[in-house]
Nanobody, 124 residues
């Protein structure tokens, strides 16, 4: 069971990046969330897409700027990040949840599988 994030890098404030999360297993039966952690800070929930109906959820900090989507045929979930800010700088992780509401509520303790993260740096 493996989740691999990619697409991180350096972006200017106001710019965009698209992150990818590719799984070694079928994502059809999983809710997928993105979380991030900046140095010295707690892990923060960024978004969730559910396995049923592809419902999406975001915290206020990224709503309207970030978009999560999934391509089950490719076992990949994407996070499109627009209008980036310096405070978006963090290590971004994707995580999978087989059952429950941890993903949509941002409860990272309830997620079942995690990737190792991809670093996003936003320069102001």
């Amino acid at each position: 069971v493996q989740l691999v994030e990619s697409g991180g890098g350096l972006a200017q404030a106001g710019g965009s990046l698209r992150l990818s999360c590719t799984a070694s297993f079928s994502l059809d039966d999983y809710n997928i969330g993105w979380f991030r952690q900046a140095p010295g800070k707690q892990r923060e929930w960024v978004s969730c897409i559910t396995k049923k109906d592809d419902n999406t959820y975001y915290p206020r900090s990224v709503r309207g700027r970030f978009t999560i989507s999934r391509d089950n045929a490719k076992n990949t979930v994407y996070l499109q990040m627009n209008r980036l800010r310096s405070e978006d700088t963090a290590l971004y992780y994707c995580a999978a949840e087989s059952w429950g509401k941890s993903c949509e509520t941002g409860d990272y303790f309830g997620m079942d599988y995690w990737g190792e993260g991809t670093l996003v740096t936003v320069s102001s």
